[in-house]
T-cell receptor, first 114, second 115 residues
Framework: GENVEQHPSTLSVQEGDSAVIKCTYSDSASNYFPWYKQELGKRPQLIIDIRSNVGEKKDQRIAVTLNKTAKHFSLHITETQPEDSAVYFCAAKWTGAGSYQLTFGKGTKLSVIP | SAVISQKPSRDICQRGTSLTIQCQVDSQVTMMFWYRQQPGQSLTLIATANQGSEATYESGFVIDKFPISRPNLTFSTLTVSNMSPEDSSIYLC????????????FGPGTRLTVL
């Protein structure tokens, strides 16, 4: 089955700096890669996703890049703000028939220091 | 995205008892899932709730311990049976829609403490 590795497990940045979280996946058939943000005591929120036919996707201060050859994808947050502090999870899945489950990474706790 | 609610939001239970968690969605969805999240950990899939048939369980989870129902396309229940302190966790319902890529959204979770 799919295996997703996520690094780093913790990340501290100064407010205004950029943060990068990296994930690698094992199943070359995976073609959908979402990122979730989970604030303390809250549910995971889908913040951005990327399909395998796209190399990069941006939404304001966040962007995700995908390298299919190397089987890794990354979340980039620019101009970080204290409200970006949360745990971020990457995930991967193959969207073909009979396969519906996301495989999650172990999470990255991001702390933005004011 | 769909509006997902869960009941109860939290509960404290005695060991040996059972708790049923409800998940209600405001629109029909294709897939419903149940996850467990232990403190500081990632999301672990318990099972996929299938409408009109038995749930599909992941390795390490069994129907006798976590019976699941899904009577229609908007509702599912997860029961945690014969609870022990090790079952203390957050239980999350998750749904995905009808699009080919199936964006997946989470309910608010049920925080369970077993004494």
């Amino acid at each position: 089955g799919e295996n997703v590795e996520q690094h780093p497990s913790t990340l501290s940045v100064q407010e205004g700096d950029s943060a990068v979280i990296k994930c690698t996946y094992s199943d070359s058939a995976s073609n959908y890669f979402p990122w979730y943000k989970q604030e303390l005591g809250k549910r995971p929120q889908l913040i951005i996703d990327i399909r395998s036919n796209v190399g990069e996707k941006k939404d304001q201060r966040i962007a995700v890049t995908l390298n299919k050859t190397a089987k890794h994808f990354s979340l980039h947050i620019t101009e970080t703000q204290p409200e970006d502090s949360a745990v971020y999870f990457c995930a991967a899945k193959w969207t073909g028939a009979g396969s519906y489950q996301l495989t999650f990474g172990k999470g990255t706790k991001l702390s933005v220091i004011p | 995205s769909a509006v997902i609610s869960q009941k109860p939001s939290r509960d404290i239970c005695q060991r040996g008892t059972s708790l049923t968690i409800q998940c209600q969605v405001d629109s029909q969805v294709t897939m419903m899932f149940w996850y467990r999240q232990q403190p500081g950990q990632s999301l672990t899939l318990i099972a996929t709730a299938n409408q009109g048939s038995e749930a599909t369980y992941e390795s390490g989870f069994v129907i006798d311990k976590f019976p699941i129902s899904r009577p229609n396309l908007t509702f599912s229940t997860l029961t945690v049976s014969n609870m022990s302190p090790e079952d203390s966790s957050i239980y999350l319902c998750s749904v995905s829609g009808r699009s080919s890529y199936n964006e997946q959204f989470f309910g608010p979770g049920t925080r369970l403490t077993v004494l």
